[in-house]
């Protein structure tokens, strides 16, 4: 038995999430087909991060066994011919026989892009934000994030996470006018985190007056700011 780790990119528009959900169309579902087409096998696919219904993917791992003889540079070209056009395989690679790609890995990274101009061409991958911002508070109150923290105020009530404490090892604004970005790296992220996370510091760059420090304290999901939509939400890298 050989085990594959997987790197690959997806658009997340058409997909209901990562997740394999009956009658759905998921990314997971998708890479299980296509492995099952060209070795024949029924095989669990295990990915590094469960991304949502409309969020993307630049960098996520995933990892499979099988029994297949084929080199790796044969799968990628393999699977790449079996998959739609809004997933890419990147690598493949043959990994250490209990490599995982969810528990395994050490930290991931996520970035929530906000857009300062309209655009025809963007509108479904970045957020529209035409206000002016003030920045420098945003990027204070996103490095209050760091250390490790129950970061309940950010998760939803479907989140089923054994522990709602997080170790977030950076959170930081980006800037390439005209985008915007807030990329957090933690050891794992809880459902709708980052999403919630955006919308908070959205809205002390929109000027609310608030403690990001107070906000974590109140682990009440209510304290938090509003939950952005995921379209403009990337999984960017995976670090093992």
């Given at each position: 038995m050989r085990n594959f780790r997987v790197v690959l990119e997806y658009d997340g528009t058409d997909f209901r999430g990562w997740q394999i959900q009956p009658g759905e169309r998921t990314v997971q579902g998708e890479l299980s087909r296509a492995i099952g087409e060209i070795t024949g096998e029924t095989r669990k696919v295990t990915g590094a991060g469960r991304t949502d219904a409309g969020v993307h993917?630049?960098?996520q791992v995933a990892s499979f066994t099988s029994e297949s003889l084929l080199s790796a540079a044969?799968?990628?070209?393999?699977l790449n011919a079996r998959l739609p056009a809004d997933i890419r395989v990147r690598s493949v690679e043959e990994a250490p026989g209990g490599f995982n790609a969810r528990f395994d890995a050490k930290s991931r990274t996520y970035r929530y892009i906000f857009i300062t101009r309209a655009t025809a061409l963007w509108r479904n991958y970045y957020h529209l934000v035409t206000a002016a911002l003030d920045l420098p508070a945003m990027r204070r109150a996103l490095a209050e994030l760091a250390g490790e923290r129950d970061f309940t105020t950010f998760a939803t009530s479907r989140d089923d996470s054994r522990t709602k404490r997080c170790i977030v090892s950076k959170a930081d604004l980006l800037?390439?006018?005209?985008l915007i970005a807030i990329?957090?790296?933690?050891?794992?992220?809880?459902h709708h985190m980052v999403r919630s996370i955006a919308g908070t510091a959205l809205e002390i760059g929109r000027g609310k007056p608030w403690s990001m420090p107070e906000i974590i304290a109140a682990r009440d999901p209510a304290a938090a700011g509003?939950?952005?939509?995921p379209h403009a939400l990337y999984l960017m890298h995976v670090r093992y």
């Amino acid at each position: 038995m050989r085990n594959f780790r997987v790197v690959l990119e997806y658009d997340g528009t058409d997909f209901r999430g990562w997740q394999i959900q009956p009658g759905e169309r998921t990314v997971q579902g998708e890479l299980s087909r296509a492995i099952g087409e060209i070795t024949g096998e029924t095989r669990k696919v295990t990915g590094a991060g469960r991304t949502d219904a409309g969020v993307h993917a630049v960098a996520q791992v995933a990892s499979f066994t099988s029994e297949s003889l084929l080199s790796a540079a044969v799968l990628r070209r393999a699977l790449n011919a079996r998959l739609p056009a809004d997933i890419r395989v990147r690598s493949v690679e043959e990994a250490p026989g209990g490599f995982n790609a969810r528990f395994d890995a050490k930290s991931r990274t996520y970035r929530y892009i906000f857009i300062t101009r309209a655009t025809a061409l963007w509108r479904n991958y970045y957020h529209l934000v035409t206000a002016a911002l003030d920045l420098p508070a945003m990027r204070r109150a996103l490095a209050e994030l760091a250390g490790e923290r129950d970061f309940t105020t950010f998760a939803t009530s479907r989140d089923d996470s054994r522990t709602k404490r997080c170790i977030v090892s950076k959170a930081d604004l980006l800037e390439t006018p005209p985008l915007i970005a807030i990329e957090i790296t933690a050891d794992h992220f809880l459902h709708h985190m980052v999403r919630s996370i955006a919308g908070t510091a959205l809205e002390i760059g929109r000027g609310k007056p608030w403690s990001m420090p107070e906000i974590i304290a109140a682990r009440d999901p209510a304290a938090a700011g509003p939950t952005l939509p995921p379209h403009a939400l990337y999984l960017m890298h995976v670090r093992y």
